[in-house]
């Protein structure tokens, strides 16, 4: 396991942008995978999106797709979210996820053996 940090969550108005960012505390490891979930309270923690690491391929839930962006960061093992389009239904704690083990599934909270503490975002109407 290692030490992920979310930032740049917040507060921001329908139709706003938030660009999220999530580092390793450790560089020193691979990520086969690194992704985003969120949850929402009183909900299960739900499939953002995902980026393969050596591929570059990325997958999105269904909820965000085409309005959120994911991408590698500029350090070792760090992905950004770029969300746009937000509306109140984006509301959730969401959290940063690497899998370093090598799953199969990356659409399953399972595969992953990281995480980070979450960052808020709230979406006012």
């Known amino acids: 396991q290692v030490q992920l940090v979310e930032s740049g969550g917040g507060l921001v108005q329908a139709g706003g942008s938030l660009r999220l960012s999530c580092a390793a505390s450790d560089d020193t490891f691979s990520s086969y995978a690194m992704g985003w979930f969120r949850q929402a309270p009183g909900k299960e923690r739900e499939f953002v999106s995902v980026i393969g690491w050596s591929s570059g391929l990325t997958y999105y839930g269904d909820s965000v797709k085409g309005r959120f962006t994911i991408s590698k960061g500029d350090a070792k093992n760090s992905v950004y979210l770029q969300m746009d389009y937000l509306n109140p239904e984006d509301t959730a704690v969401y959290y940063c996820?690497?899998?370093?083990?090598?799953?199969?599934?990356?659409?399953?909270?399972?595969?992953?053996?990281?995480w980070g503490q979450g960052t808020q975002v709230t979406v006012t109407s």
């Open positions: 996820a690497a899998d370093t083990l090598g799953g199969n599934s990356w659409f399953l909270k399972v595969e992953y053996d990281s």
